[in-house]
């Protein structure tokens, strides 16, 4: 088997001479191993229960976000001839316009009482502190309710898409509603509080570049039989870990802003952290990070700050150096960054 490295998704396809996988992400190590268990034989370990899909369906339905009229009707527009691409999507509105205002005021009422349980914890009163940590998780509970709803969706159309291959279930709302939810959970998206807007409308992509970092040979070695877990968890899916997806989201960001040729995730994460590090020495841009909004925070003392602590971050980060300073958009972008890092866990609006 060969490998071309360095991808987010694992593409394999059969040639003569072998399985070939395109790989942008993962090193030949991790790619390897995942492969290695399937090499030979690979079965499943017990029988899926067909009827998951029942009651994943009972808890999507009984969530409010669509009624079943919205349901028939975009299958109806589905498959006739005359309707648009557009005029099909209008039918998901509804939808996505409820999901959305019951997660934007979850977000909001999930931040107020996240930061009224943080002012309670400086006085000394146990019940005053347990009422607010009380409302911080219900809170946080209808906030993930929404993201979980968002992943059930993906989760029922993977799922029913693979058993109606096996199983005849002759159900017709199964049949519908899948084909409702594939098109309503690319609609649902999370807001990012607080990120700059940037207008690409009038941007016209004119060219690309692919490098080929890494060409390789990686040998199966033969292996005891190996049994896969049938699906046995729909819609149990828990809620992030807070730290967890709080760098996902950084690293996320980070890659978006730098050009990443010769620069890792942890270089970027590193250098984020070096210039987080080095803004926290001043006590008087902390204390008005910790005091204000992001907005009244930036008017002050931390621009000025986080690029005197660019300047000086030395040799080492040069090429993030010049890529922040050469650009204004950039920098403004990294500042953005570093004021998360410092702010994570309540502080600074």
Known sequence: MQTL???????PSKAETGTFILDFF???????????????????ADVSDPDLIFDLNDKLRAAGI???TEVEQFCDAFFAKSKSNAAIANICKPAVERWQKRYKSAVEAYKQARDMF?????????????????????????????EIFKKDLGTFVRFYEFMSQIVDYDDKDLEKLGLYARNLRPMLRETIEDEDQVDL?????????VSKIRQQHLLMQ??????????DALGTAKAKDKKVEFLSQI????????????????????????????????????????SNSREQAMLGDFSKAGYDAIMDSGAAHQ??????????????????????????????G
């Open 66 to 68: 669509f009624t079943w």
């Open 319 to 348: 090429n993030q150096m010049m890529q922040l300073l050469s650009d204004p958009v950039k920098g403004s972008k990294f500042l953005n960054v570093v004021f998360d890092i410092l702010t994570a866990g309540g502080a600074g």
């Open 26 to 44: 993962n090193e030949p190590e991790e790619i390897l191993a995942a492969f290695q268990p399937y090499f030979q034989t690979a079965e499943l």
């Open 222 to 231: 033969e292996s005891d039989e190996y049994k896969l877990e049938p699906g």
């Open 201 to 209: 409308s009038s941007i016209v992509l004119s060219h690309y570049r």
């Open 5 to 11: 490295s360095r991808l987010n998704r694992i593409y």
């Open 118 to 146: 943080e002012r309670t914890k400086k006085f000394n009163d146990v019940i005053m502190i347990t009422n607010a940590e009380n409302a911080f998780k219900e809170c946080k509970k209808e906030k993930d309710a929404l």
């Open 251 to 290: 690293v996320y960001r980070l890659n978006e802003l730098f050009i990443t040729d010769q620069l890792t995730e942890a270089d970027m994460v590193n250098y984020a952290n070096t210039i987080s590090d080095k803004v926290r020495e001043n006590e008087l841009v902390m204390r008005q990070l910790m």
